[in-house]
């Protein structure tokens, strides 16, 4: 497990743009997939893209698809969520994640809010 540094979220009017990012702390990063996932008031968390060690791959929830970008920077250690277009209904906490060893997320962040008004 590593220990994942999430920044950049915050309050923004619909249609406004946020990007977030997240820096593990170990020193193979280049190894990790990386995710993004998030969870409203009252709801589970859910999924919201993934990208592969490599970034050579991505892949997004249907809701955020055509909005949102996810990618990577190997050199900086750094995962981005660019998100464009956003609506009221993103508001969420959102969550960074990783893949260290096997298949699933086994590291995560603290959370960031990240607020949508109408």
């Known amino acids: 497990q590593v220990q994942l540094v999430e920044s950049g979220g915050g309050l923004v009017q619909a249609g406004g743009s946020l990007r977030l990012s997240c820096a593990p702390s170990?020193?193979?990063?280049?190894?990790?997939?990386m995710g993004w996932f998030r969870q409203a008031p009252g709801k589970e968390r859910e999924y919201v893209a993934h990208?592969?060690?490599?970034?050579?791959?991505?892949s997004y929830a249907d809701s955020v698809k055509g909005r949102f970008t996810i990618s990577r920077d190997n050199a900086k250690n750094t995962v981005y969520l660019q998100m464009n277009s956003l609506k009221p209904e993103d508001t969420a906490v959102y969550y960074c994640a990783a893949v260290t060893n096997g298949y699933e997320y086994d590291s995560w962040g603290q959370g960031m809010q990240v607020t949508v008004s109408s």
């Open positions: 990208i592969n060690r490599s970034g050579s791959s991505t």
């Open positions: 170990g020193r193979t990063f280049s190894s990790y997939t």
